[in-house]
Structure formats: structure tokens, C-alpha cells
């Protein structure tokens, strides 16, 4: 009979290289994700193998090594850098009669502790069940036959199907709710691009400063740490280019290489910031050793939520750690491609909203709109709340007539509403988009 072990503080930090040596940044970020998560990591263990074991993903000798260092350092909990089975989970815990917590199971863990709103709370509580539903049967390897004998005969359903009924109801209820969350959001979603709202999303590898850039662009009090996943909960503020348009910068969570694919698929409605936005700042820590790497990563996880053909400006942060200069690199046609900034410092920061005012230009279009008088009010009031509105006249049948400045994409929409003509007239040289009534993200609790 076993029971898993509780977990502590102290741990022991697992990494193998599969196929060639342990890197050494690759050490470093596990041990940023295992401080991340409360633990304090007292000693590190690594090896090299050419493919896992089925066992105890590493070799014997290795988990015998692993127990003997459990036992030296007096560690609570063993941390392995690597996604393992429940077998394997299992096998290892009863080794070393310590938890053993894989990538995913940290990962979750730190997402549990950071969500605030009540959409991620629920996404990640989600996400915790769907990863914990495969290792109910190796959790509970004491249940799992009901016991004979008299006065010890059950109902005819064991502790183990119990708990997998009750998880699987709670999934559904869960489901049920994001569902209705997504659903609230999408509506407000629709009510923007009724009027023009081109949008800008933060994206990039975790503690690149994508919440450091967003504070330094909208003054908003966003939490800022040198962490990683310090922000879960999608913010949305607004923020005026150079010549007093506004547009819409949403900051989102970042994104780490093996990112577990239960919390992918539970932030999907959270990423749709990202995947609705006209345009993405793709943030980049300048000084990072791998920085290539980190871009091909997010790239990745980019087009795995279906954002990857969204335009993007690589926005390279930290040059102050390298002392360079702040700049604007375009390509042969003129056009900013990246910008090299410092958001701690606010270097750079005007030249980076230029460059977004030119790539956001071209979303735009004059247009002359007439609406019928029956149904001016509430797109007249749409369109002065969006910022759109240059020129008002009133025809004498009462006939609205507007001069505005709208995406391109949205001008079929405005043209399908009933009572609505829609006349291009010429490119416009800035983009508009919704006042702060749309702006504000249902999810968060700072929101004025």
C-alpha cells in the first residue's frame, strides 16, 4: 500500500540531456521556474542519455543516484525537467518516497498561484484537472480493488471510480463556464469590430518585459517582476500614437519552450487577444544568450494558437544591458521591421510608437459614411466613442453624414448594417480605434 508522499519546499532539480550534454540555460530556467513556484532548489542533477527510459525516464543507476541525493540533502520534493508518465511519476516517487513533479505539474503550479481573474482561475483549474486525470490511477494504487471480506464490502464502486466520476463532472462544469466566459467575451469582442479597433498585443518568451514595455506605453499599474509567467491575466488599455489617435495594447501571457499543451488548450480564449490583434509587438530580451532560439519558440506557439500570419514588429528590450543605442531597423521597402528598446529606461519608446503608427496606417481608410436618421444615434455615438469621426454634417432630411478614418477590414462591416452607406474616399494617414468603454478587458479587476 502507498500513498504519495506531500510535497515541501526543498527541492531536487532533475535535467537529462536527450541525445547530447545538459545546456546550461536550459538549467537556469528550470531553476528560475522552480523559484518561481515557492520551491528552493538545493541541489541540481543532470545526465545524458540517448532516449528515456520507460521506467524511470532516467536509468536505474541515475534514479539510485537521484534516492541517494533525496536522502543527503534532505529534500522534500524532486523536480524533473521533462514531461513523464504517470508510470514513470509513479515509479520514481516510490524510489525515492519523495513527490516527484514533472515540467507540466510545475508549470500548472505556477499558473495556479499567479491567475486572478475568475476566467483563468477556472482555465487553469482545468488544465490541473485534464493532467491530473491520467495519473489518478497510478495516485491511488491503494484503492484501486474494492476490499473482500465481511463488513468491508463497498457499494459496488471503488475510492478510485468515485474520484474519477467527481473529476469528471467538475471538468464538465468548467467547461461549461469557460464556455459561457468565452462566450461574454466574444460579444464584447463583436461589439468592437462594429466600430474600428485595430489592436496591438504584447506577445514574447516569458521575462522578456513584455508587462515593463506595456507599464512604460500606458502608465497602467501592471505587476512587474523578474519572474517567470508573472503576468496570466490579459490586460487592455488604451494609449494614443504620435498625433492623438488612440489604439488598443493588450499584454498577454508569455510563452516558454515545451509549454504544456493542456494549458495551451485551456488559454485558448485567453490568446485570442493575440490572435484577434491587427498587429503584434513581438518582445524580445535583447541580452539573452539564445534570443534566436526564444524567437523561433514563440513563433511557434504563435502559429499553434493560429496567430502566426498576424504582422509583428520584433521589439528587441534590454539594450541597456548591452549599452546600445536605441533604433528603428526597416526593410528595403522602408518599413519598421524591429525596434531596440529599453523599457526599464524608457529608451526608445517614441520611436517604437512612430513605427506602430506607420504599420497600423495602413489598416486605415476615409470614408464618407451616411446613415438614416432612424439609426444615426447609436453609430454616431459609436464612431465619436472610437475617435474615428473628422468631419459631421446634417443633411436636411436629417440624413447623418460622417468623414471618418476606418480599418479596411471593417468598413464591410459597417456597410452591411441596415440604413448604413459606406464611400471610400482616400487612405487616411493614421488609424483610430475604440474610446474606453470598449477598451477595458472583462477580466480585469484593476479596471477603472
Not at 488548450?265 to 535583447?286: K, M, N, P, Y
Not at 500570419?309 to 521589439?315: A, E, F, K, S
Not at 520611436?351 to 496606417?361: G, H, T
Not at 447609436?378 to 453624414?401: H, I
Amino acid at each position: 500500500m502507498f500513498d504519495r508522499p506531500s510535497g515541501g519546499e526543498r527541492a531536487l532539480l532533475v535535467r537529462i540531456g536527450l541525445g547530447g550534454p545538459v545546456e546550461q540555460e536550459d538549467l537556469d530556467e528550470f531553476s528560475q521556474l522552480a523559484e518561481s513556484a515557492g520551491a528552493l532548489p538545493v541541489r541540481t542533477l543532470t545526465g545524458r542519455r540517448e532516449r528515456p527510459e520507460p521506467k524511470f525516464f532516467v536509468g536505474s543507476g541515475k534514479a539510485d543516484e537521484i534516492r541517494a541525493a533525496v536522502e543527503e540533502c534532505d529534500a522534500e520534493v524532486v523536480l524533473v525537467d521533462h514531461a513523464l508518465s504517470p508510470s514513470q511519476e509513479r515509479n520514481l516517487e516510490k524510489l525515492v518516497c519523495r513527490r516527484v513533479l514533472d515540467r507540466n505539474a510545475l508549470i500548472l503550479d505556477i499558473f495556479a498561484q499567479r491567475a486572478r481573474s475568475h476566467e483563468g482561475k477556472l482555465q487553469v483549474e482545468l488544465a490541473q484537472l485534464k493532467h491530473l486525470a491520467t495519473r489518478l490511477v497510478r495516485g491511488w494504487t491503494h484503492l484501486e480493488r474494492q476490499k473482500g471480506g465481511i463488513g468491508l464490502r463497498g457499494p459496488g464502486e471503488t475510492q478510485l471510480e468515485t474520484d474519477r466520476r467527481l473529476l469528471g463532472e467538475r471538468v464538465k462544469v468548467l467547461s461549461r463556464r469557460l464556455e459561457k466566459l468565452q462566450q461574454q467575451r466574444e460579444t464584447g469582442r463583436q461589439r468592437r469590430v462594429e466600430i474600428p479597433i485595430p489592436s496591438v498585443a504584447l506577445v514574447g518568451y516569458t521575462n522578456a518585459g513584455k508587462s515593463t514595455l506595456f507599464r512604460s506605453l500606458t502608465g497602467a499599474d501592471a505587476y512587474v517582476a523578474d519572474q517567470l509567467f508573472a503576468t496570466l491575466d490579459p490586460l487592455v488599455r488604451r494609449v494614443l500614437l504620435p498625433g492623438g489617435s488612440p489604439i488598443v495594447v493588450a499584454d498577454t501571457v508569455g510563452f516558454i519552450r515545451e509549454l504544456p499543451h493542456e494549458l495551451v488548450a485551456a488559454f485558448q480564449s485567453t490568446l485570442t487577444e493575440a490572435r484577434e490583434a491587427t498587429l503584434l509587438l513581438h518582445v524580445i530580451d535583447a541580452s539573452d544568450p539564445r534570443r534566436d532560439e526564444r524567437i523561433d519558440q514563440v513563433d511557434a506557439v504563435l502559429r499553434e494558437v493560429g496567430a502566426g500570419d498576424i504582422p509583428q514588429i520584433r521589439v528587441f528590450n534590454k539594450i541597456d544591458r548591452l549599452e546600445l543605442s536605441p533604433r528603428i531597423e526597416r526593410d528595403a521597402d522602408g518599413m519598421a521591421r524591429s525596434a531596440w528598446v529599453s523599457a526599464a529606461h524608457k529608451l526608445g519608446l517614441d520611436a517604437l510608437m512612430q513605427a506602430v503608427a506607420e504599420r497600423l496606417s495602413v489598416f486605415a481608410r476615409r470614408v464618407r459614411v451616411r446613415v438614416d436618421p432612424r439609426r444615426a444615434g447609436a453609430l454616431r455615438a459609436r464612431l465619436f466613442a472610437a475617435g474615428a469621426v473628422r468631419e459631421e454634417t446634417v443633411g436636411a432630411d436629417g440624413t447623418l453624414e460622417l468623414i471618418a478614418e476606418i480599418p479596411e477590414a471593417q468598413q464591410a462591416e459597417l456597410a452591411r448594417m441596415a440604413g448604413v452607406e459606406v464611400i471610400e474616399l482616400q487612405a487616411a494617414a493614421q488609424t483610430c480605434v475604440s474610446a474606453d468603454g470598449y477598451l477595458q478587458s472583462p477580466d480585469d479587476p484593476r479596471a477603472p
